[in-house]
């Protein structure tokens, strides 16, 4: 059963290079059963909090400098719903970056929002790069009524969009922006590391203490940080979407990672820094794997990156991205936190350790002198496979239009020119490839069809050659 298999887990030497942040080590945390409590009396209420809750709250937003912060105990999902609803009406409508998490998705889909997409720029590696602050400004221009502007800042693999410029683009416009910034739970705190969105501008900012810090899975923040926001909506909606029997564990476990921060952040950054730079120069002579530093990118690509994220490509192995994965995680019990295409995701944060890291290093150039390929046709050699499966596809109803439809299932090759019912997305990160009333074309199902292949996490079929779509009279 599942417990027992969490203790087996526990006690083996995999080694977690994925989330959460505190990686399995205790913080300096009590059995939680003797502080799993209800809102008895002197312990105050998170959806009226005005006492101890209160007081941790404004610890949290004094220690990023925001306005006003809540604590979150159904992750960043809660915050997207909670600020996206509270920010622009029903019906309104909306500027998002393509890349979004599908919450995002649902919060256009329960407020019935006429949404407008931009994609981000696509860097030389094949990464999805960050958000053009130009193409902001060109939507923003073409459509007085958009109200809400949301990116993601930074990206699964870590890339920053030029937060500071958008937000000033934006604000220029009357709108508001929302920024996801799950990933980024430690920026702000470092040289080392991109400032955070809550000092550059933005005006809400939801951010995943559970991903880079110590906190327990499914905690996070959000951040309001300007006076274009009602926050009496954000508190209206955050009552709606967010559970009425918070744990005061989650709640507790949010405020002591970020204690930590705030009594010993200058060593705990410091020492993070240096682990990851002797990685860095550890795995320097790698040669047919590929492991991305800043300089991979052009500025026009990628405003800025979080080096804490280790991207590692396929490069000149004869490997794919699942294989390289899945070597790691038998061979070497490295546990990633994901694969996609040509390469592979390790996540670090401030709790990992120097041997972490060292095994990691190790793997890597054993892998690297081990998985040669020097055909002319090295068929990972392909730095397109994110800018090919995430293309740009034609809307032809919104999404809660395509919801309220009928539909029927048919078979993939079947659904060229059809309007899709359902989602499709690889998770992780949870970006869809396919949105409920996009039309479906050849591209996109080739697409779809060579991620299955790949035996990457497809989701949203119905089987796996089956898909839901729009009954058209």
Do not use: W
């Not at 996206?84 to 019935?112: P, Q, T």
């Not at 799950?182 to 470092?190: E, I, N, Q």
Request: proline letters at 3%.
């Amino acid at each position: 059963m599942l417990y027992d298999k969490l203790v087996k887990y526990k006690d083996s030497n995999y080694y977690p290079f994925h989330m959460p942040g505190h990686k399995r080590k205790n913080i300096g945390f009590v059995n939680p059963y003797e502080i799993d409590i209800t809102e008895i009396e002197g312990f105050d209420n998170l959806h009226e909090a005005c006492d101890i809750i209160k007081e941790s709250q404004d610890m949290a937003a004094k220690l990023y400098g925001a306005k006003e912060t809540f604590y979150l105990i159904n992750g960043s999902t809660c915050g997207i719903l909670s600020a996206i609803s509270a920010a622009v009406d029903k019906g309104g409508e909306i500027l998002v970056a393509r890349n979004s998490h599908k919450a995002v998705y649902n919060s256009i889909f329960l407020r019935e929002l006429k949404a407008t997409y931009v994609m981000p720029e696509v860097t030389k590696m094949g990464l999805q790069g960050s958000i053009s602050p130009q193409q902001i400004e060109k939507e923003l221009k073409n459509n007085n009524s958009i109200k809400v502007v949301v990116i993601t800042s930074p990206t699964y693999d870590g890339i920053v969009s030029d937060v500071k410029q958008i937000a000033e683009i934006t604000h220029k416009y009357g709108a508001v922006l929302i920024v996801d910034e799950a990933h980024g739970a430690h920026f702000g705190f470092s040289e080392d590391f991109p400032e955070n969105a809550v000092k550059l501008g933005a005006d809400i900012v939801i951010v995943s203490v559970h991903k880079t810090l110590a906190a327990f899975t499914q905690t996070a923040l959000l951040h309001v940080c300007s006076n274009r926001v009602d926050i009496s909506k954000v508190k209206k909606f955050l009552g709606i979407y967010e559970t009425s029997s918070p744990s005061y564990i989650l709640m507790s476990g949010i405020e002591k990672s970020l204690l930590m921060i705030k009594n010993d952040r200058v060593r705990l950054f410091k020492d993070y820094a240096d682990k990851l730079n002797m990685f860095y120069n550890d795995v320097k002579n790698v040669k047919n794997l590929k492991i991305i530093k800043r300089e991979d990118f052009s500025n026009e690509e990628v405003f800025g990156f979080d080096f804490g994220k280790i991207l590692i490509f396929t490069g000149k192995t004869n490997l794919t991205g699942v294989e390289l994965y899945n070597i790691l995680l038998e061979e070497y019990h490295l546990q990633m936190e994901m694969c996609s295409g040509n390469y592979v995701v390790a996540m670090t944060s401030l709790l990992d350790t120097k041997e972490g890291f060292d095994r990691l290093a190790f793997a890597l150039n054993e892998i690297d002198k081990k998985y040669i390929d020097d055909s002319e046709n090295n068929k990972q050699n392909n730095n397109d496979f994110v800018r090919k499966i995430y293309i740009s596809n034609e809307k032809a109803l919104e999404i809660f239009e395509a919801d309220e439809s009928e539909s029927k299932e048919i078979s993939l090759d079947d659904s060229i020119g059809k309007i899709s019912k359902d989602y499709v997305f690889l998770y992780p990160p949870g970006i869809p490839l396919l949105v409920p009333g996009e039309i479906i074309s050849a591209d996109m199902i080739n697409n779809i069809k060579n991620c299955i292949e790949m035996k990457l996490n497809v989701c949203g079929l119905s089987h796996l050659d089956g898909i839901e779509v729009v009954i058209t009279k």
